[in-house]
């Protein structure tokens, strides 16, 4: 069981209230070990009034939709399919049947969108040996200086020549010894 980000369809214009009732029921129920995020696709832009002052708007990117970070059991399911205002959730076969989730990608994509990150899943801890897989690096030995899990990059040290060079690299392109 693992927690994956689902979309809840709403109706149009109630995304935010949507928003608010599943939190107050998220606390009041006792699921917060189960839905975790709750988050309205929402950017900022800039208009211009008659009078010429400039004003910061939201505008929804997925109007009538809500993103919902959780673990799929009976009971989450439950709490958010009948949360007042909304109709169910996108990628269900039909009524009484689990919804998909979005794929990694997609959800990486959207959260990036509005500025949000979903952390890279590691098990890099600085002081860690590992080798470089490929790059001008390639079959190297070097220790890891730091970690971001955010953009999937360590920051490594690598002996050349018995100088110390620092390299970024993706998580990826390095293997641990």
Do not use: C
């Amino acid at each position: 069981m693992e927690k994956l980000w689902y979309v809840v369809h709403t109706y149009s214009g109630y995304e935010n209230r949507v928003k608010q009732n599943l939190e107050k029921r998220v606390e009041t129920m006792g699921m917060s070990d189960y839905i975790f995020r709750i988050i309205v696709a929402e950017e900022d832009y800039e208009t211009e009034t008659k009078t010429g002052i400039k004003k910061q708007l939201k505008k929804k990117i997925f109007p009538g939709y809500v993103l919902v970070e959780m673990i799929m059991t009976d009971e989450s399911w439950y709490v958010v399919r009948n949360t007042p205002n909304v109709t169910g959730f996108v990628g269900s076969a039909g009524s009484g049947s689990k919804p998909n989730p979005l794929l990694p990608e997609e959800a990486t994509k959207i959260l990036s969108m509005m500025g949000y990150s979903i952390p890279v899943e590691h098990d890099f801890v600085v002081g860690d040996v590992v080798t470089v897989l490929d790059g001008p690096f390639a079959d190297y030995t070097a220790k890891v200086q730091s970690v971001d899990a955010v953009k999937g990059k360590l920051t490594l040290f690598i002996d050349i020549l018995g100088r110390e060079v620092p390299a970024e690299l993706d998580f990826a392109s390095v293997v641990k010894i």
